[in-house]
DNA sequence: CTGGGGATGGGGCCC
DNA sequence: CGGGCCCCATCCCCA
């Protein structure tokens, strides 16, 4: 018995000393395999930095070059720095920027008032081609001396805190102060758009890196996003880092993207009716120029070629919501287009500083919207085409000005600054009877017929009379039968493609249209503004 | 739910 | 190059 208890006792010791040995291994084996694998993570880490600082000194280097080789090849000319350096500028230009369809209009928005002839507050940048090695893209400083100030303004005002205008102390920041009548803003040259980069809007360029583009091939056209961060609550702290006050571009080790204030996140306020504070901080370099005080702007009078000046008084400042019901959407179509497309958010003035993926951001050196630019369009052919509209090659006329939004081309700058208004929302030609506001001078013209009543076009079988030529066109199909849009589901067929749409509502059970309320679902507006009726009575 | 007209948005072409 | 115009698509509203 005794020997039976003193052999369990060896074998347990035996098992013990077993297992402890096993553990030992196993620990062991997984000491190893963690030193090795966090020693090759170090390493990839050290060589990512390394061929990044490469990838920069390259960059940089390639620049420069291109600076001295080709002084002229890229512009992004502010019409108003003249103004600026005369001091004209106190009061800034407005940008006439609105979301389309953002159906309401504050007091302090902006406002441009020009047509596609080059007297905007957009520009131009061009880019290389992309057989041309390197970044193609210098940005020209558009501030000039008074965006120096305003830099300087930032620099020395507290951190987190927006830009307050030095010209009313008394009221508080951000809030619209000033009233001014601004006339005749868009008499400005029009020869901007042609205009030579003179070498002292080079300066700063260096430090920059932004190169110039020599043999450009296609230009994107477009706002410059580092206005965002400027004129966003926590741009002070970005604008510390800058080496110089000539520089309004942080480098990439200067801008990490992960701490990146999300600029968005702030702009989404001018989702929900705070628009203005996305668009003076876009658009408006008057916004800029007056270090940063929002703006309320009484009326500004458009001159319109061959018409007398048309007026915008900021205290019409609704626009028909039954006019702008389909227009908001196509906003937020367009905010959620640019937030699933990585490639236009990357581009795009709402979300330049938005992206958190330090791959993405890290694309571009000094972070600077030129490369990103760049960037962009080189893979913008394909993108472009499948949308639709942009061939940016092969065609007779060949369109190598691509929109900075959607990548659309088009053959000369002034009709992407007209279509950039599909995107921006500006609005600059407004109707002197109504409150509407319009992109296109003809635009404005044809709505003109809706207050003269004029109705040129007259049906040649009945009394009608119409306004446009697509109307009566429309209308005829009334007396010819003619259904060309047919139900693939039914037998239906109707005279307007509008009409098959919503006809096809039936089959797909769509109800786009939800209460507010109480969440029942309609598949028209007007039944659910009727549902919406109900519900108020009833209160 | 359909028919039909009013009106705007926006691209393209022409002068 | 810029303006004007045409045209199509689309939305909206009312009957």
Redesign the pocket.
């Known amino acids: 018995m005794a020997n039976c208890i003193v052999f369990h006792t060896q074998i347990a010791s035996i098992m013990e000393v077993l297992a402890n040995a096993a553990v030992a291994e196993i620990c062991k084996v997984v000491d190893d395999d963690y030193a090795v694998f966090r020693l090759e993570i170090t390493q990839t880490q050290k060589e990512n930095r390394t061929l990044r600082k490469k990838l920069q000194l390259l960059e940089l280097k390639v620049a420069r070059e291109r600076v001295l080789a080709s002084p002229n090849s890229v512009k992004i000319i502010d019409r108003y720095r003249g103004m600026a350096r005369g001091g004209h500028l106190t009061g800034g230009y407005r940008s006439f920027v609105k979301p389309?369809g953002h159906n309401t209009w504050r007091d302090d928005q902006p406002i441009t008032v020009d047509?596609?002839?080059?007297t905007s507050t957009q520009h131009i940048i061009m880019i290389e081609s992309a057989e041309a090695a390197g970044p193609g893209v210098k940005q020209e400083r558009s501030e000039g001396e008074e965006d120096l100030r305003h830099s300087r303004d930032i620099q020395t005002g507290a951190v987190n805190e927006p830009p307050v205008a030095n010209e009313d102390p008394t009221t508080p920041p951000v809030q619209p102060r000033t009233r001014r009548r601004i006339t005749e803003v868009s008499g400005t040259p029009?020869a901007v758009?042609?205009s030579e980069t003179d070498t002292e809007t080079l300066t700063g360029l260096g430090q920059l890196g932004c190169p110039l583009a020599s043999r450009s091939e296609y230009l994107l056209y477009g706002n410059t996003s580092q206005r965002t961060v400027r004129s966003h609550p926590y741009s002070s702290d970005l604008l510390q880092t800058q080496n110089g006050p000539s520089c309004s571009y942080a480098t990439e080790t200067e801008m990490i993207p992960g701490d990146m204030p999300l600029v968005l996140d702030t702009q989404t306020n001018s989702m929900t009716g705070d628009w203005n504070q996305y668009s003076s901080s876009v658009y408006s370099e008057g916004f800029q120029d007056n270090k940063g005080e929002g703006l309320v702007v009484d009326e500004v009078t458009v001159k319109?070629?061959?018409?007398a000046p048309l007026t915008w008084n900021a205290d019409q400042t609704h626009l028909g919501?039954?006019?702008l019901?389909?227009?908001t959407?196509?906003f937020l179509d367009y905010r959620e287009s640019l937030e699933t497309n990585l490639n236009v958010a990357t581009h795009s003035p709402l979300l330049a500083f938005r992206d958190p993926d330090p791959v993405s951001t890290s694309m571009a050196p000094s972070n600077s919207h030129g490369r990103i630019l760049f960037d962009e369009v080189l893979n913008s052919n394909n993108r472009a085409r499948a949308q639709g509209?942009g061939a940016t090659s092969g065609n007779s006329?060949e369109k190598r000005f691509l929109c900075m939004f959607c990548n659309?081309g088009?053959s000369?700058?002034?009709?992407v600054e007209?279509?950039q208004?599909?995107h921006t929302g500006v609005?600059p030609f407004s109707?002197t009877q109504c409150h509407?506001?319009?992109?296109?001078?003809?635009?404005l013209?044809?709505?003109h017929?809706?207050h003269t009543g004029e109705?040129p076009f007259s049906c040649s079988q009945?009394h009608?009379?119409?306004?446009?030529?697509?109307?009566l066109?429309?209308?005829q199909?009334?007396h010819t039968g003619e259904?060309p849009f047919s139900c693939t589901q039914c037998h239906?067929?109707?005279?307007?493609?509008?009409?098959l749409?919503?006809?096809q509502?039936?089959h797909m059970g769509e109800r786009p249209f939800a209460s507010t309320q109480c969440g029942k679902r309609f598949?028209?507006?007007?039944y659910l503004?009727i549902h919406q009726q109900k519900k108020h009575s009833t209160k």
């Open positions: 389309a047509e596609g002839s080059g029009n758009l042609k319109v070629e061959g018409g919501e039954g006019h019901q389909g227009n959407s196509d509209g006329k659309k088009f000369c700058p002034q009709k007209i279509h208004r599909v609005k109707c509407m506001h319009f992109a296109k001078a003809g635009n013209k044809r709505h017929m809706v109705k009945c009608m009379r119409f306004a446009q030529a697509g109307d066109k429309r209308h199909r009334v259904k239906m067929r109707f005279t307007q493609a509008g009409d749409k919503r006809h509502r039936v598949s028209e507006r007007r503004r």
